[in-house]
């Protein structure tokens, strides 16, 4: 099972790297509208943070997209 959550958190994880990209935006952007450092965002990028609901819907406004695009793992698409 903490293999499976950990495959969600990096899916999760790459779901924001690659809206943000597809966006053109830095992280040192998206840090700055976080309100927090670009180290503590790559981390998130990374999944190495846990990180609250708070944080995941303020990514979700930056990143101007639905919350559900950002916790979609491929799992969740195959049902």
């Given at each position: ?42 981390k ?11 944080r ?24």
């Amino acid at each position: 099972m903490k293999n499976l959550l950990n495959f969600k958190v990096k899916a999760v994880a790459a779901n924001i790297r690659k809206k943000r990209e597809e966006l053109n935006y830095t992280q040192e952007y998206l840090a700055a509208k976080l309100n927090i450092s670009q180290n503590a965002y790559s981390k998130i990028e990374l999944g190495y943070t846990k990180i609250t609901l708070e944080r995941l819907f303020q990514i979700s406004d930056v990143l101007e997209t639905d919350l559900l695009e950002l916790i979609k793992t491929p799992e969740a698409e195959a049902a």
